[in-house]
């Protein structure tokens, strides 16, 4: 198989093809695979993607670069990335993982991204699985509100509904494209109580829920100004019919049982 097309989107040419190949196989199709590479890129991951985000961002303190780090090097970030230089097409996987659609489930992928860092920090070094790291997420990074600290669309629109006291969305998966190995979700987002229904599509039902959050999201948002401004008004029209109204009072004495009359006095 030809790897040059990956080390192109990597940002790195292998000196030592085997470990690239060692990192593209699945434990699955040989005894040679890629666990132990797996088990090294996760470090050189995490103190890449560190020193990246302390560099980027200088005002954040170490409990929300902790958390924003978290997000970066988990399963789903790793699966999207290597959905955008399509890993999927070069891994060496078993009869059994194949025909089960492994090449496309999100585990494999994230941690055969791991394996590619490990065989790349092994091949050249830390500085040169660095550059590929910052390669690689120079796109997500461009994407990310620090004020979030890289909170998931879902967490923001939960966050976003709580903070107003709205029910929380619901999802629901409305349909599914193409062989099963190679599927695409959809699903949609509802937000009964602001009225907002949105689609989502992705390659597993996780991404198609993100992406349907983040449409949702967008949409809710949008309603703030129609809701405060309804809001605004409502509490305008109350105030007028909360308005004190004159009252005539009757005076107490009214209000007494009329006195009997008076009996005369005897002589």
Do not use: W
């Not at 989502?200 to 948002?221: D, H, I, P, T, Y």
Request: include cysteine; charge should be positive.
């Amino acid at each position: 198989m030809d790897l040059k097309g990956l080390e192109e989107r990597l940002g790195h040419r292998f000196k030592q093809p085997a470990l690239l190949q060692q990192a593209l196989t699945h434990r699955s199709f040989s005894a040679v695979h890629n666990e132990r590479l797996e088990f090294l890129g996760d470090s050189v991951l995490n103190l890449a993607v560190a020193h990246l985000l302390y560099d980027k961002y200088a005002k954040i303190d170490e409990g929300d670069l902790s958390r924003l780090r978290a997000n970066l090097v988990k399963q789903q970030a790793l699966f999207e990335i290597a959905q955008t230089i399509s890993v999927s097409q070069y891994l060496n996987l078993g009869e059994g993982e194949l025909k089960s659609g492994g090449f496309r489930r999100p585990s494999i992928l994230a941690d055969t991204m791991e394996a590619l860092f490990g065989a790349i920090f092994l091949d050249a070094g830390f500085d040169a699985a660095a550059k590929v790291v910052r390669k690689l997420y120079e796109a997500v990074l461009a994407q990310i509100d620090p004020k979030t600290l890289g909170k998931d669309a879902k967490t923001l629109l939960q966050e976003y509904l709580q903070g107003r006291k709205i029910a929380l969305p619901t999802y629901n998966v409305i349909a599914t494209h193409g062989a099963a190995h190679n599927q695409e979700f959809e699903v949609e987002c509802l937000v009964p109580k602001l009225d907002v229904r949105v689609v989502g599509m992705g390659g597993s039902r996780r991404a198609a829920e993100q992406g349907a959050a983040k449409l949702a999201l967008e949409a809710v948002v949008a309603l703030a100004p129609a809701a405060a401004k309804r809001a605004r008004k409502t509490t305008r029209r109350d105030t007028q019919l909360s308005l004190p109204v004159a009252t005539v009072q009757t005076p107490q004495a009214d209000l007494l049982t009329p006195a009997e009359p008076a009996v005369g006095k005897t002589a």
